[in-house]
């Protein structure tokens, strides 16, 4: 009955070690693209709320020009001793169909340390509703619940993006397609 509890117990903490080392393997974050040479670069936020207020046509954002844009609001202190070894460096997004990937990347003591969260966005009559249906330490995928650690961190982007978040769900539909957002902000 000991060899069998001992041979549990090494499977169990053979799994962890397991688990760890795939959660410590950090996923691959495209790099920033540059924009697009043209006669302006596209000012998210006036572009959403001048949406909002014509409500003339559908527009697009594309999987680049939002994370340009996140990658310029986004500046991130940690708070003392924290500071001394990590550094949030930026979020990622990943578009699909009907699925956004939303990439937290970290460098901690010169290892880059990262986090996946995946959401849906559906329109509940007059509101907006995202659900969380999964994520990723790394490479290691959880279900939502165990995403939990992260709400600290969720919590402070939404407070840092309000305003953008505001303006974009004042739009009439929102879609996620591959590689970019599908804003209408028409009346039905």
Do not use: C
């Amino acid at each position: 009955m000991k060899f069998i509890f001992h041979v549990l117990l090494l499977l169990a903490l053979s799994a962890l070690a397991g688990a760890a080392w795939v959660a410590h393997r950090p996923v691959a974050v495209a790099p920033l693209e540059a924009p697009k040479p043209g006669p302006r670069v596209r000012e998210f936020v006036d572009d959403l709320k001048q949406a909002a207020i014509k409500r003339s046509a559908i527009f697009e954002i594309s999987e680049g020009e939002l994370n340009r844009h996140l990658a310029k609001v986004l500046t991130a202190k940690m708070t003392p001793p924290a500071d001394r070894w990590v550094k949030f460096e930026r979020l990622a997004f990943e578009l699909e169909p009907d699925l956004a990937h939303a990439t937290l990347v970290w460098d901690v003591q010169g290892h880059t340390s990262t986090a996946t969260v995946d959401f849906r966005i559906r329109r509940l009559e007059d509101v907006f509703r995202v659900e969380v249906v999964g994520g990723s330490y790394g490479h290691l995928v959880v279900p939502r619940g165990m995403l939990r650690p992260l709400s600290p961190a969720l919590e402070k982007l939404a407070d840092v993006l309000k305003e953008e978040i505001q303006a974009l769900f004042q739009m009439n539909q929102i879609q996620l397609a591959q590689d970019k957002l599908v804003i209408d902000p028409r009346f039905p």
